[in-house]
């Protein structure tokens, strides 16, 4: 039995763009800095000042338009947004209305090795960010910080083609992929460099014309995304179900109480009377200069997350995690150069490696640790001279000083012992200190013997070849 309802969702997704300068002024673009220090008579909209574009801000937005699939324009134009608001100074952001950078491109929403749906982006176009507003509950007042103003974005408009809370949070997690392989953007939600709004909307299942919209503001995570617009579903299938009508209203995320709440009403559109914006000219793109664009592009991540999975064996989820940065999956290739085993290498960052950078609040590229090292350390591990036990603790030391595992075992004498000779007086030793473990094997326990191989391993600080020792333990007793 098909649902009651179908789920309707797009997307508005703002990106601060990662340039040096800002838009159209050279004020640093730069997250933290004291209130109102990063500005200057262009980006705070005084009398005579005029802007000058900033080009690299141009090749970041091809870039990201390109990656999308995106038609990019060969002509386009700034606009005059026209609104007041405390935060623009100028009374009008700077944005682009009916001729946009790029439009009609997609992107693959992969999940377990495959694609479960094609989104469309309906349009990429530039704009100016505008300044925050800093609300004092307490004294009842509202700070204004400037230093965002003439910040560069890009906003990517998605088509109504999402079908759930969970796949808005999946397309969002492919978009910063993307965005963070371009070097686009560094997607930090914490620092306002990523920021996305919602529109939901429910209609019968089975029908084709939308339901009445209701856009979602204020959520500073993927997660507040999905969790916002799940109980979006839950709220409007109630008044539905009642035989109410869904008002067509902006309303914010509050994270705490986990619901939504009305913001403003929008059953009437705006008019931010749009004109073209005097003090800049069109933008002119040419092939030659596309088709630099376009040769300058990386691998980008859903292609990556395909052949690893085709070239080297691995899973769904190994693949997603390797990939899920550019420089990750670049220490992974990198690694099979020392040492061609993909499964154990997958195995070893995603599992000890991964556990440190948690732990440590580090990513990959922050550490001494390179592909040398690692492929080292397993090198050792299959020589049979180092027990796993051991080359986690190696890798470890490894990750924090940066030297060379073979270094490390030299120094610390940490090479397996195998010598049969040298672990038989070791085997004796724990069976005549643990008497009541040696019963309970004799008497038919036979997972006694992994206790007397632990206490063996202990005895030898982790140097013990686990296998012999074992062996060794099951002839002395008897198998």
Not at 54 to 83: G, I, M, P, Q, W
Not at 342 to 361: A, D, R
Request: charged share 30%; glycine share 6%.
């Amino acid at each position: 039995m098909s649902p009651e309802y179908e789920v309707v969702i797009g997307l508005e997704v703002h990106v601060e763009l990662l340039t040096e300068s800002k838009i159209f002024c050279s004020c640093p673009n730069r997250f933290g800095e004291a209130p109102n220090t990063n500005v200057c008579p262009v980006c705070l909209g005084l009398p005579g000042s005029l802007p000058v574009f900033n080009e690299s801000v141009l090749e970041l937005a091809v870039r990201a338009s390109l990656a999308l699939n995106c038609t990019v324009s060969s002509y386009s134009k700034f606009d005059r947004k026209n609104y007041f608001y405390p935060d623009l100074p100028k009374a009008y952001q700077v944005s682009q209305y009916d001729f946009p950078l790029a439009k009609e491109g997609f992107l693959d929403l992969l999940k377990d090795g495959r694609s479960i749906r094609k989104v469309r982006i309906e349009r990429l176009h530039l704009e100016e960010d505008a300044g925050k507003l800093i609300h004092d509950q307490k004294e009842s007042i509202s700070y204004v910080d400037y230093n965002r103003c003439g910040v560069p974005l890009v906003e990517i408009v998605t088509a109504p083609d999402l079908r759930s809370p969970g796949e808005a949070h999946l397309f969002l997690d492919w978009l910063k992929k993307i965005l963070l392989y371009t070097g686009v953007s560094d997607c930090k939600m914490e620092e306002g460099s990523l920021r996305c709004d919602a529109n939901i909307s429910l209609r019968p299942s089975g029908t084709e014309t939308l339901g009445r919209k209701v856009e979602i503001k204020n959520m500073n995570s993927f997660r507040a995304v999905q969790k916002g617009l799940e109980y979006e579903v839950i709220r409007q299938k109630q008044i539905l179900r009642a035989g109410g009508r869904v008002a067509m209203e902006t309303r914010r995320w509050d994270e705490e109480k986990g619901v939504t709440a009305e913001m403003r009403g929008k059953e009437e559109a705006h008019d931010y009377r749009y004109f073209p914006e005097p003090d800049l000219p069109p933008l002119m793109l040419d092939e030659n200069f596309l088709s630099r664009m376009k040769g300058e592009l990386p691998e980008l991540p859903e292609k990556r997350y395909l052949r690893f999975m085709e070239s080297y064996g691995l899973s769904p989820y190994q693949a997603e995690i390797i990939t899920s940065s550019k420089n990750l999956a670049d220490f992974f290739e990198d690694t099979l150069l020392h040492y061609p085993h993909s499964q154990k290498v997958s195995n070893w960052l995603t599992g000890e490696l991964f556990g440190l950078l948690k732990t440590s609040v580090k990513e990959i590229d922050d550490i001494p640790l390179t592909p040398l090292h690692l492929g080292e350390l397993l090198k050792i591990l299959d020589e049979g001279t180092l027990s796993s036990t051991l080359a986690k603790e190696v890798l470890e030391e490894s990750f924090l000083s940066g030297k060379l595992p073979r270094e490390i075992v030299q120094e610390k004498g940490l090479l397996q012992i195998s010598g049969e000779k040298e672990l038989l007086l070791i085997v004796e030793d724990v069976i005549n200190n643990y008497p009541a473990a040696v019963k309970d094997y004799s008497d038919g326990n036979k997972k006694a013997v992994g206790f007397l191989v632990g206490q063996a391993m202990k005895q030898t600080r982790g140097q013990a070849n686990p296998q012999v020792i074992t062996e060794l333990f099951k002839k002395r007793l008897g198998k």
